[in-house]
């Protein structure tokens, strides 16, 4: 269970730190993300309440689900199906959106990557 902790945790601080990031910094983060940010208020407002409210609820989530040992186990899997669902989504946009940024194919990576470690770590609980 130790690793199970440890993986949803970091996801945990990931998810925290990515949205203070797009909370704070909209312009700056979506530039950096896509090459480009929202025009008007609008725009922006909603970039800080998706980009930067839901993920530091996420992150939030994921911690609390961490932190007890009775709720590890949903933590870790929610950490895997959100990953797995957020590669799927971007996934589908590259293929039929076409022409993503290079920052598209290494978030997809990422998110298979930590996916497919959750998968791990979920099989491997079982096992103990």
């Known amino acids: ?3 199970a902790k440890t993986f949803t945790l970091i996801n945990a601080l990931v998810f925290f730190i990515y949205g203070l990031l797009f909370l ?3 312009v700056e983060s979506s530039s950096w993300v896509v090459d480009t940010a929202p025009s008007n208020s609008s725009g922006l ?3 800080r309440a998706t980009y930067g409210g839901l993920a530091i609820a996420v992150g939030i989530i ?3 689900l961490a932190s007890k040992p009775s709720t590890i186990k949903i933590g870790l899997i929610s950490v895997t199906v959100t990953l797995a669902a ?3 989504g971007r996934f ?3 293929v039929i959106d076409a022409n993503p940024n290079p920052n598209m194919y290494i978030y997809l990576t990422l998110e298979i990557v930590f996916a ?3 998968a791990i770590v979920i099989i491997q ?3 103990h």
């Open 45 to 47: 407002i909603d970039m």
């Open 86 to 88: 957020m590669a799927l």
């Open 116 to 118: 497919v470690m959750g």
């Open 125 to 127: 609980t079982k096992e």
């Open 1 to 3: 269970m130790k690793l």
């Open 92 to 94: 589908i946009g590259i």
């Open 24 to 26: 704070i910094f909209p």
């Open 62 to 64: 994921f911690y609390l």
